[in-house]
């Protein structure tokens, strides 16, 4: 199997990428690789303090700027800053399985987060970005579902891993949407995404209050199955800047996915339903009132 590590990637002097969640996991591991080959890293994170410290452990040119994908406000105000070009977007920020929870503008935590956070980043930076926009989504999209009647979990009872998954599923459902529309307005720019497979990251943190042998299990199959967070991201990497097809889905090739070298992967027939796809479009533009601003004679060029 063909191998791919940072040390392939171009360098990328003069770039600029931005990283959602860059301040722990795969999202640090990847803004470290990109910042070491030559790129001006955005951390766009939550938490400025916890994004200043992890770009003080990277080497080369980074920024912190505060963004918090639960709140459509903070993701507008961020938008409205960044007004020089972006070459490559990695919507990477994501929760996992937290208790019910809801976003500042009313969406279940998850799918507000995940989905309509990221949504909403890309559409409104999409005028200036030149390159790419690479969507993490997970394995987990495998079992998800898009309950249209209730994407907020206000009528049944609420599921947090279900939740989880119509999240993920979401964020493949929007890449291959969104790579539909920008060829059709005539954009170089390329959409892509990646899972990690299973990396051991700090994203199950929450869970670290349940019962001791439950902790104890959900550990011993981390530390058994997992890689580590510089390996997990590695399929972002590969979706950022190989020769990815746009509506690419690049994950580890080894068991299951769950960890080895990055190459495109398969996804689940609902992820690869293009009516979906473009229904999710649609109730996304009426949730966060954000839409697709480019047009055959407005795309962006090299």
């Known amino acids: 199997m063909a191998t791919?590590?940072?040390?392939?990637?171009?360098?990328?002097?003069g770039r600029t990428v931005v990283v959602t969640g860059a301040n722990s996991g795969i999202g640090r591991a990847a803004a470290r690789a990109l910042a070491a080959k030559g790129a001006?890293?955005?951390l766009a994170v939550r938490d400025p303090a916890k994004g200043h410290a992890a770009a003080a452990t990277m080497t080369g040119d980074t920024v912190v700027r505060r963004l918090d994908l639960a709140g459509l406000s903070s993701v507008r105000a961020f938008a409205e800053e960044f007004t020089e070009p972006i070459d490559v977007l990695i919507n990477n920020a994501g929760l996992m399985i937290p208790p019910l929870g809801r976003t500042a503008d009313g969406f279940e935590l998850q799918f507000g987060t995940n989905?309509?956070?990221?949504?909403?980043?890309?559409?409104?930076?999409?005028?200036?970005?030149r390159r790419r926009v690479v969507t993490v989504s997970s394995n987990g999209h495998r079992t998800g579902t898009i309950d249209f009647d209730?994407?907020?979990?206000?009528?049944?009872?609420y599921r947090a891993f279900a939740a989880y998954a119509q999240s993920k599923l979401a964020n493949l459902l929007f890449t291959a949407e969104l790579q539909?529309?920008?060829?059709e307005a005539g954009s170089p720019v390329r959409a892509t995404a990646a899972h990690p497979g299973m990396a051991a990251t700090g994203l199950l943190g929450h869970l670290d209050g349940e019962h001791p042998r439950l902790h104890r299990l959900r550990t011993a199959i981390i530390s058994r199955f997992s890689q580590s967070e510089d390996d997990g991201a590695l399929p972002t990497l590969y979706a950022a800047v190989a020769d990815v097809p746009g509506g690419g889905y690049a994950g580890p090739g080894g068991f299951l996915q769950g960890r080895g070298a990055p190459k495109l992967v398969g996804r689940s027939r609902a992820a690869r339903d293009d009516a979906l796809a473009r229904r999710l479009w649609t109730a996304s533009e009426q949730l966060t009132g954000i839409t697709f601003p480019l047009t055959a004679t407005k795309a962006t060029k090299r």
């Open 4 to 13: 791919f590590s940072p040390a392939q990637i171009s360098a990328m002097t």
């Open 180 to 183: 539909r529309r920008l060829t």
């Open 150 to 157: 209730d994407l907020n979990w206000e009528r049944r009872p």
């Open 40 to 42: 001006c890293v955005v």
């Open 115 to 129: 989905h309509l956070g990221h949504f909403a980043l890309t559409n409104l930076l999409l005028p200036r970005i």
